[in-house]
């Protein structure tokens, strides 16, 4: 939640060109969203599909993955037993968030539920 320093009125967040921007409806005064950290982005990217959501998590991840950390887990599909690490709440806020892991040796990407 954001409020316009201008006029007051409750700002709506909205994506343009990757970036998360807050505007006013009111006066249309605009301001950047700070976004440090994958999670934030992935966060904030999940609104498609189900093929879709596994591409746009796999080509973030090619960039954040060295702020992730990592967990012993092992991959389904090579075996190696260290993958990268996320949760992401894909649907609704009352449904759990959903885990997903990167295999550190082929790449490959799976989820887990809680
Ligand atoms: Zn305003
Ligand atoms: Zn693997």
Not at 43 to 67: F, G
Not at 89 to 97: K, L, M
């Amino acid at each position: 939640m954001k409020f316009c320093p201008k006029c007051g009125s409750l700002m709506i967040a909205r994506r343009e060109n990757g970036k998360l921007v807050y505007i006013c409806p009111r006066c249309g005064y605009r301001e950047e969203a700070q976004q440090n950290t994958a999670i934030k982005i992935l966060s904030t990217t999940i609104k498609h599909s189900e093929k879709e959501r596994m591409v746009v998590i796999t080509e973030e991840m090619k960039l954040e993955e060295k702020l992730l950390p990592k967990v012993k887990i092992q991959c389904p599909r090579c075996g190696n037993d260290e993958a990268y690490y996320w949760v992401v709440q894909t649907r609704r806020a009352d449904e759990p968030p959903t885990r997903f892991y990167k295999c550190t040796r082929c790449g490959y990407v799976w989820r887990e539920y809680d």
